[in-house]
């Protein structure tokens, strides 16, 4: 099992957006899906270009603020512990994601992500949980006066509809782990002023 490393040490990392900062709805679908829909403040000084780019280095060592650092890091400097992609990043591709809400052992995830989809409007991930449940997270990024829109969906679902009620009684022994989570977006997507032009600025030519 991976340790959880401690907080990367970075200028910005008492910078975090509280939850108050997004509109957030819950709600059940009328086939029985849960949807979370987070819409974060807007990201000013951010362009999808840089978003796009930033998907496809966040595997990269990188120098920041006197670090050598996997990319994935800055993204949340206390939270995030790991990433990794085998082959290139393109749609059709896996992400394997190590993270830990609140830097906690009891909210660690570690779980590969299938991703459908990558384009300049966002992206999407997929997980499914032993043929019984499956998560979609959809990431969509809109153009803003100054700066770039982030809304976050996820949808909890049952493989088949037999098991939708046991996959919301789960649901609610875990709202706590996906409380955790909502935090957790809400500050990741935040940090990304504070870093990504600083990395978009000094990419290779």
Known sequence: MRPIPRPLEVSYLAKKRGIATAKIS????????FEQRIEHAPLLGITREM???WMHHIGDQVEFEGHRVLAYRLWHPSDHIHWHCDGPIEPGCKFHI?????????????NVFDVPTLTPSGFRLVSRFMEIAQISVDEDWIDVPGGVQWTNTMQLTASIGILQPLVQVGRRFKMD??????THNVEE????????????????A
Request: proline residues 7%; hydrophobic residues 55%.
């Open 189 to 204: 997507v935040g940090f990304i002023p504070e870093f990504l032009p600083k990395l978009f600025a000094a990419r290779p």
């Open 26 to 33: 819950v709600r059940e679908l009328d086939d029985g899906r």
């Open 98 to 110: 190590v993270e830990a809400f609140q830097a906690q052992r009891r909210y660690l995830v570690d």
């Open 51 to 53: 978003l796009f780019w």
């Open 177 to 182: 782990m996906m409380t955790a989570w909502l």
